[in-house]
């Protein structure tokens, strides 16, 4: 197929998926829930620069303490595993 067939075939896809998801009220559902979703996020109230900063330490904080932990149990069922189970 040449470019202009290509072209037309895609827009009857397109057309006939839209015409399609309008018939059965898709468009309109997808339409209230993005209205309702913006009206929802206008209610929220968002936190201040400093507020984001001191969140941020402590999730950076509590992610390190957790890793040395997961890592520290780590070390020792491996030594525990080398001491009931000898290398040979």
């Known amino acids: 197929m040449n470019g202009l067939g290509t ?19 898709h468009l309109m559902r997808l339409s209230r829930y993005v209205v309702e979703t913006r009206e929802e996020l206008r209610k929220c109230t968002w936190p201040t620069w400093p507020e984001l900063k001191g969140s941020t330490v402590v999730v950076m904080i509590t ?23 000898p290398a040979h």
């Open 63 to 85: 992610i390190l303490l957790l890793g040395l932990y997961i890592a520290g149990v780590d070390f020792a069922i491996l030594k525990g595993i080398r001491l009931v189970l």
């Open 7 to 25: 072209l037309i075939v895609w827009v009857l896809i397109i057309g006939g998926t839209f015409a399609y998801l309008w018939h059965k009220g």
